[in-house]
């Protein structure tokens, strides 16, 4: 048996089923599209993601429309500059 430290969970995010969040945090998006938190950080930096609220320093994301969102057909991939 290992005595490192024990790995995290994987972060479930939410899926459109009754009783889910309608905003997600950037750690439960990236989860949804499978991407680094980074990496997602990044492009709503550049304005890539769609449904972004802030609210002072807090980002929240649309879960409706990430869900609906198809970023492989609307530009850049995500962290690629334009």
């Given at each position: 048996?290992?005595?490192?430290?024990?790995?995290?969970?994987?972060?479930r995010?939410?899926?459109?089923?009754?009783?889910?969040?309608?905003?997600?945090?950037?750690?439960?998006?990236?989860?949804?599209?499978?991407?680094?938190?980074?990496?997602?950080?990044?492009?709503?930096?550049?304005?890539?993601?769609p449904?972004?609220?802030?609210?002072?320093?807090?980002?929240?994301?649309?879960?409706?429309?990430l869900?609906?969102?198809?970023?492989?057909?609307?530009?850049?991939?995500?962290?690629?500059?334009?």
């Open positions: 048996m290992s005595h490192g430290t024990c790995p995290k969970p994987p972060v995010a939410a899926v459109a089923r009754p009783g889910t969040p309608d905003f997600l945090t950037v750690e439960e998006a990236a989860a949804l599209l499978r991407v680094n938190r980074k990496t997602l950080y990044e492009a709503i930096r550049l304005g890539q993601v449904g972004i609220v802030r609210l002072g320093r807090v980002l929240r994301i649309r879960r409706s429309i869900v609906e969102w198809q970023p492989g057909n609307s530009g850049p991939a995500l962290g690629e500059k334009s």
